[in-house]
C-alpha cells in the first residue's frame, strides 16, 4: 500500500490511537452528519474527523503534496491501520503487558490532553483576555523607538568617503543601494522603527542621539563601519487588543492549565518509590523536653 513505509516507521502508541479512532467510535458517530463516512476498510467506518486525527499524528512526516493527494494518503494510512490492528488482534497481542501498558498510557495521556484542551478553551472570554490586556497595558512603561537608515561598509576608509558624499547632498538611500553590504540595501538602508536594545550598544548610542534628520559619523561596531540616519523618533506605540489578540488567548488558556495541574498536584497523593524517602530532621523524631517551670 502507498503508506507501508510509513506504517513501519510510525510508532506503536500511533498505529493503537488511530486505530482505536476508527475502530471504537464508529457507532458513535454514525448519525453525525457533519462527519460522514468517507471510507471503510474490513468493515470498520473511518469518518471525517478521522482524516484530522491521523493528520495531526503523522503530518511531519507525510511528503508534500496536494490536497486531494494528502487526503488520499491519510485514509489509506487510517485503513492501513485498522487492518493491521485487526490483525493484531486475531494475534492476541492486545493481551501482552508490554501493549496492555501502552495502551493505558496513551489512554490517560489523550484523557489528559482533552482535559486541558476543555479547560483552556473555557478560559478563553472576552472578559479574561481583556483583563489581561488592560493589566498589562498598565504596566507598560514608556519606551522610545527610532527610524533609521544605515550604510554598511567594511572600512573606515570607505564610510568617510561616503560621509563626504552625503555632506555634498547625495541622497542616503540611493547611496545605501549602491554601497551598503547589509542585506537591507536594497530597501536603501531602512531598519524601521527600533528600540534602544535591539541593536548592538555602539550603534544604538549613537542612533538614539541623533535628531531627526541629523546623519552620523562613521560608527565602528563588529559588523563594519556603518553611517547612520534618523528618519524619526516617538514613543514606542502600545500594541491594540486586536494586534494581541492570539497572544493573549493562548496566555489565558495556558494559565488556566497550569492553574489546573497546580492544584491537582497540591491535592494528589504521589509517592516515589524509585529512591529512598527523605529523612526525617531528628530533631523531630526526639523533640527536646518542654523547659522545666
Request: aromatic share 4%.
Amino acid at each position: 500500500m502507498a503508506c507501508s513505509r510509513l506504517i513501519v516507521s510510525c510508532s506503536l502508541g500511533a498505529l493503537m490511537i488511530a486505530a482505536s479512532l476508527c475502530a471504537g467510535a464508529a457507532t458513535l458517530r454514525a448519525d453525525d452528519a457533519n462527519n460522514p463516512v468517507v471510507a471503510r476498510a474490513n468493515g470498520v467506518d473511518i469518518h471525517e474527523s478521522d482524516l484530522a486525527f491521523a493528520e495531526e499524528e503523522i503530518g511531519g512526516n507525510m511528503p508534500q503534496m496536494g490536497p486531494d493527494q494528502k487526503r488520499d494518503y491519510l485514509i489509506t494510512y487510517l485503513a492501513d491501520v485498522i487492518v493491521l490492528s485487526q490483525a493484531a488482534e486475531q494475534r492476541k497481542l492486545a493481551d501482552n503487558p508490554d501493549v496492555q501498558r501502552r495502551l493505558a498510557f496513551d489512554h490517560n495521556r489523550v484523557l489528559m490532553e482533552a482535559l486541558l484542551l476543555q479547560v483552556g478553551k473555557a478560559a478563553v472570554t472576552d472578559d479574561a483576555m481583556h483583563k489581561v490586556y488592560e493589566d498589562a497595558t498598565k504596566q507598560m512603561q514608556p519606551e522610545q523607538e527610532v527610524h533609521a537608515r544605515h550604510i554598511l561598509v567594511p572600512t573606515e576608509d570607505e564610510a568617510k568617503a561616503i560621509e563626504d558624499q552625503l555632506k555634498k547632498g547625495a541622497d542616503f538611500a540611493a547611496l545605501a543601494k549602491e554601497k551598503s553590504k547589509d542585506p537591507g540595501a536594497a530597501d536603501g538602508g531602512d531598519l524601521g522603527y527600533f528600540t534602544k536594545d535591539q541593536m548592538v550598544p555602539e550603534f544604538a548610542e549613537v542612533a538614539f542621539k541623533l535628531d531627526k534628520g541629523q546623519i552620523s559619523d562613521p560608527v565602528h561596531t563588529q559588523f563594519g563601519w556603518h553611517i547612520i540616519k534618523v528618519e524619526d523618533k516617538r514613543t514606542k506605540p502600545t500594541p491594540t487588543y486586536d494586534q494581541v489578540k492570539t497572544q493573549l488567548e493562548n496566555y489565558v488558556a495556558h494559565r488556566a492549565q497550569a492553574e489546573l495541574v497546580d492544584s491537582l498536584r497540591k491535592t494528589a497523593q504521589i509517592e516515589r518509590l524509585d529512591k529512598p524517602a527523605a529523612t526525617p530532621d531528628p530533631s523531630l523524631l526526639n523533640p527536646a523536653p518542654p523547659a522545666k517551670k
